[in-house]
């Protein structure tokens, strides 16, 4: 491939690209650089000058290195200790301080890839926590922005992500030169289900004419090397996105009809009700909906237990605070397939419907009887939506029945929202099998 065979063609840089001369970048034919603005908590040490230098030349756009592990894998952070969520969204904030009094009206890009070193796993083997730091952060810089941001990250990844972020701009690192802008669009388009590739970065070997030089110090960076980018889309395309971000298509619709095949549980059940919960005067039956629901997720998700076994686990294994206040993320000790997500105040409704489209129950706080003034704490699990209604498993007595019935409108009937996620298979995925479950277990039809 030649660089300059593309007419819409562009480069990348960082602080590794040093100093860059902007003007002489240019006559290679670029007509966009994407600048890494930072990582995690640090600015790129090169970005406000070459960002400063690049005005007015080339169109300019900002990307930012997603740091997935300092939050929770690195005890010397600063950041150690936040929720991954919340560690996206801060990251976005960082990316949003130093570019929101002079950009270009483009959209920005989240960089996406293995760190590969000694201080970051391998970014496959933590998805579910990578995933909700995503979440956190475009969510964050598509408010502060006011746009809709895309994605960078290699060929490899893309079946990882969920579907709702696959109608985003995408800019895709597949380092194969048999290939054709066309054939890359349709791999990522067709075959991977993205909606809009619109960049490709074939190359960082800096080879600009295709003589087997890399180019990088004759056309004014600092090293031989710089990355190689072909626009993917048609002209017309280049130039609205020249001033204003792309046209997203519509996110897929959800499922309207999902049913999860829990078996019900009571936590009145005469097999625990009268258990003590954790260390505390409670019992399983008095003050167990928490366990309860969290032992009806974990049998739908195919781990043998109940409320008395989990409830016995989790006090022998600091799983409760203050006597018996569930800690979340303690079952990721227990089954380390179950990953704790997100506590989330009040209904975030997309959040309940992105976990049951995973085929993962979700656990929400209720009041129990909302008929009183006083919020009496209380927790279900929504196993399912129907006709557009929640449908719930109620602990207190095994029942299914729709969340609106008892505990009126999702959007004030529900408190917190707790989500998790599971790298492995649910046991139950045919959602007929629950019935046959409720038929075959007539001690927990209490």
């Known amino acids: 491939m030649k660089f300059t065979d593309y007419p819409i063609r562009g480069v990348d840089t960082s602080e590794f690209n040093g100093a860059v001369n902007m003007a002489t970048l240019k006559t290679t034919g670029a007509l966009f650089n994407i600048m890494r603005a930072g990582y995690g908590k640090t600015i790129d040490q090169k970005f406000k000058v070459n960002w400063a230098n690049c005005k007015g030349v080339m169109l300019r756009s900002a990307y930012w290195y997603l740091d997935y592990y300092s939050n929770w894998y690195n005890p010397n952070s600063s950041a150690y200790g936040m929720t991954d969520f919340d560690w ?22 989240l960089d996406i890839e293995s760190g590969g070193s000694s201080y970051s796993p391998a970014i496959t083997t933590v998805w579910a926590r990578v995933d909700q730091m995503i979440d956190g952060f475009l969510t964050e810089l598509d408010r502060l922005s006011g746009k ?44 991977k289900g993205w909606a809009l590739p619109v960049i490709w970065q074939y190359a960082s070997h800096g080879d600009v004419n295709g003589d087997g030089v890399a180019d990088g110090l004759t056309y004014g960076t600092g090293i031989v090397q710089l ?33 999860l095949s829990v078996q019900p549980m009571s936590q009145n059940n005469p097999l ?143 408190y917190h929202v707790c989500t998790y996620a599971f790298s492995g298979i649910p046991a139950f995925t045919d959602a007929e099998k629950l019935a046959k479950l409720w038929l075959a277990h007539p001690e927990l039809h209490i």
Request: charged share 15%; hydrophobic share 40%.
């Open 88 to 109: 996206g969204k801060l990251q976005a904030q960082n990316l949003w301080a130093v570019i929101k009094d002079d950009n270009d009206n483009q959209i920005s890009w």
């Open 148 to 191: 809709v941001n895309g994605i960078y990250c290699s060929l490899g990844l893309l079946n990882s992500f969920a579907l709702k972020y696959k109608t985003r701009p995408l800019w895709v690192a597949w380092y194969n030169e048999y290939q054709t802008p066309e054939s890359v669009f349709k791999n990522c388009n067709t075959t």
């Open 227 to 259: 990355d190689l980018n072909i626009w993917l889309r048609s002209a017309a395309d280049w130039a609205s996105i020249s001033t204003i971000p792309p046209v997203i298509p519509p996110t897929p619709p959800v499922e309207t009809d999902i049913l």
């Open 272 to 414: 625990w009700a009268n258990d003590q919960l954790g260390i505390s005067s409670s019992t399983i039956g008095g003050f167990g909906c928490v366990v309860t629901s969290a032992a009806m997720m974990l049998k739908y998700l195919g781990f043998d237990t109940d409320p008395g076994r989990l409830n016995t686990w989790l006090t022998n294994n600091s799983g409760y605070l203050n006597g018996n206040l569930f800690v979340w993320n303690s079952l990721n000790r227990l089954y380390p397939k179950v990953t704790f997500l997100y506590r989330y105040d009040g209904a975030p409704l997309d959040k309940i419907d992105e976990s049951l489209a995973k085929r993962i129950p979700v656990i929400v706080n209720v009041d129990y009887l909302p008929s009183t003034a006083y919020i009496d704490q209380h927790w279900v699990i929504i196993v399912g939506k129907k006709n557009g209604l929640y449908i719930i498993i109620d602990p207190r007595n095994g029942q299914q029945t729709t969340l609106n019935e008892i505990y009126g409108s999702p959007e004030t009937g529900i």
